[in-house]
């Protein structure tokens, strides 16, 4: 599985893993930050993370451009590096007002932009030497399983930086106060919400006795709390950076563009007439404008979906599902299933029994811990956005090693078959969510009352969405960055790799219309119900242009 990959596949992987950390440690946090902080409705979050969502992803067409005419790959991504940290710094300001915030985005947005594509791009040059050609969509499964790895401690970290701020305040997270205290200071609260308030600020402590204070202090110090949180991506920058310039010599004959390539005499492998530069073209537009559906559903997990952890799911956890709260121990089956594919696929005794040892090994820590959890533990709502990445790095041997053997037998799905099959499995997903949401009271229903339900479902109900989700995502992400370095015409491959995220940027910004109606009066089932119908209709239409799809790889 790792074996016959450039290393320079492992080292820009680690790179953008130290990057990933921090990014998915702000967003684990950011729209409960958004509504803790300043009291805002759904629908305003909704904008705020879909408009930053959509700059993230949008922005890499500048970084893009920037990298294939002006300063090529390697250094747009150093640049980007830089300009992210000052934006994490701004992030991590406690008090900070809205012009603040929005300054603070911006900048982040831009490095995100400078950074993301062109390193991708790097790694497709990798697979353009013809001994790795053969292994461009395995690299990149490789390469998306390896930067996950810093998502999946992300919302861990997050959770444990708000407890630790929040603790020395002598407050404890709960979800129903921030509604509650923003309405009890803005006048709008119902009788019945300042009964509840009362009742959760005398469970904070015998200290609290005025819920002015009250509402004041909590607001302000889970802000904080939510803030040195964000700083913890200045860290994991750091250390980003450090991978990726002390790695430079394993990727740097993959540092170039077609500018460069041309000033130093060496000729594209690849010559295309204008008309197959146009097919191309034509041929990730349709891919592009398919994946918009995609994430603009996808990305529902930093925003309705940890809604619905927050306001419809059990703050506690019990019995077996308990052993996934605990990111150590998600690490550790992580270990298991690579040691397991490695016994099958060491050629040597040695090294089957040193993957065998560490498979006891990992399997004795994870029963030993999960004996040692507590019967049932509490758990935060952004807790269960660290599944999706847990599932990406533990599916990843398995998804390889089924298109290894599909391919072995001639029957491999091409790549835009395989990004059609998981808008499938993203619609599958959200029937999920929409069975457990019937007979649930609306968020509209429930806004008086701090937005919490007085019915919570089973966790699972959650974790299984993000198993079903993350299915699909294997099937998409990677196959579709795989498929962009592979067709993309090479004078244009910075561009096209900027397009892929353009079109992700107009998904990322469209989660806001599912935030819109999240507080209207439609039925909770109903909001996932659209979320399944974009995603069959663009599977509908992504089959019916497959052979034109198909015919631009030849």
């Keep these: 599985m790792f074996k016959n990959h450039p290393k320079g596949l492992y080292a820009l992987a680690l790179a953008n893993t130290g990057e990933r950390f921090g990014y998915y440690t702000m967003l684990a946090i950011f729209v409960l930050f958004l509504q803790a902080k300043f009291g805002l409705s759904s629908a305003v979050t909704g904008q705020i993370f879909g408009g930053f969502l959509a700059a993230v992803y949008f922005l890499p067409v500048v970084g893009g451009l920037l990298a294939d005419n002006v300063w090529g790959y390697g250094k747009t991504v150093t640049i980007g590096?830089?300009?992210?940290?000052?934006?994490?710094?701004?992030?991590?300001?406690?008090?900070?007002?809205?012009?603040?915030?929005i300054a603070a985005l911006f900048v982040i947005a831009l490095g995100t932009g400078l950074f993301k594509g062109n390193l991708q791009v790097l790694v497709g040059n990798l697979y353009d030497d013809p001994k790795y050609k053969t292994r461009r969509d395995p690299g990149f499964s490789l390469f998306y399983m390896a930067i996950n790895i810093g998502a999946m401690f992300a919302p861990q970290a997050a959770t444990e930086v708000v407890n630790f701020f929040m603790g020395k305040a002598g407050l404890r997270y709960v979800a129903d106060i921030p509604a509650l205290a923003h309405q009890y200071l803005d006048g709008t609260i119902t009788m019945e919400g300042t009964t509840k308030l009362t009742e959760l600020m005398s469970q904070q402590g015998a200290q609290f006795t005025d819920l002015a204070s009250f509402s004041n202090l909590y607001i302000d110090n889970l802000s904080a709390s939510y803030n040195y949180g964000f700083g913890v991506a200045c860290i994991s920058l750091i250390i980003s950076m450090i991978i990726y310039l002390s790695t430079k010599k394993l990727y740097?004959?993959?540092?170039?563009?077609?500018?460069?390539?041309?000033?130093?005499?060496?000729?594209?492998?690849?010559?295309?007439?204008?008309?197959?530069?146009?097919?191309?073209?034509?041929?990730?537009?349709l891919v592009f404008a398919v994946v918009i559906f995609f994430w603009m559903s996808f990305h529902q997990n930093g925003l309705t979906m940890t809604y619905f952890a927050r306001d419809y799911t059990q703050n506690f956890v019990d019995g077996w599902t308990r052993i996934g709260f605990n990111v150590i121990?998600?690490?550790?089956?992580?270990?298991?299933?690579?040691?397991?594919?490695?016994?099958?696929?060491?050629?040597?005794?040695?090294?089957?029994?040193?993957?065998?040892?560490?498979?006891?090994?990992?399997?004795?820590?994870?029963?030993?811990?999960?004996?040692?959890?507590?019967?049932?533990?509490?758990?935060?709502?952004?807790?269960?956005?660290?599944?999706?990445?847990?599932f990406v790095v533990a599916l990843t041997p398995f998804s390889i090693a089924i298109f290894a053997w599909l391919a072995k037998i001639k029957k491999e799905p091409s790549t835009p078959r395989k990004i059609g099959f998981g808008m499938l499995v993203a619609a599958a997903g959200f029937a999920i969510l929409a069975i457990a949401s019937l007979g649930l009271k609306s968020p509209a229903e429930l806004k008086g009352v701090g937005g919490v339900s007085n019915i919570l479902l089973d966790p699972n109900w959650l974790i299984g969405t993000y198993f079903t989700l993350t299915f699909a995502e294997l099937l998409l992400s990677p196959m579709g960055i795989s498929f962009v370095t592979k067709v993309a015409p090479p004078k244009y491959k910075g561009l096209m790799m900027g397009g892929w995220f353009a079109a992700t940027a107009v998904g990322n910004y469209l989660t806001s219309v599912i935030a819109a109606i999240w507080e209207s009066e439609i039925a909770l089932w109903a909001v996932w119900g659209v979320l399944i119908a974009c995603c069959l209709l663009s599977a509908i239409f992504l089959f019916s242009v497959m052979k034109r799809l198909e015919n631009s790889t030849k």
């Design 329 to 390: 121990n998600l690490a550790l089956i992580c270990i298991g299933i690579y040691s397991l594919f490695s016994i099958f696929q060491s050629k040597t005794l040695r090294a089957k029994l040193i993957s065998t040892a560490v498979l006891a090994v990992a399997a004795v820590f994870v029963v030993i811990k999960y004996i040692a959890m507590n019967p049932d533990i509490g758990i935060a709502p952004q807790i269960f956005q660290q599944f999706n990445p847990f």
């Design 252 to 285: 740097k004959h993959a540092d170039f563009n077609a500018k460069q390539k041309t000033a130093a005499g060496v000729s594209e492998e690849v010559i295309l007439t204008p008309k197959q530069t146009k097919d191309r073209i034509v041929a990730l537009g």
């Design 81 to 101: 590096i830089i300009v992210m940290f000052f934006g994490y710094i701004l992030m991590a300001i406690p008090g900070m007002g809205m012009p603040v915030l």
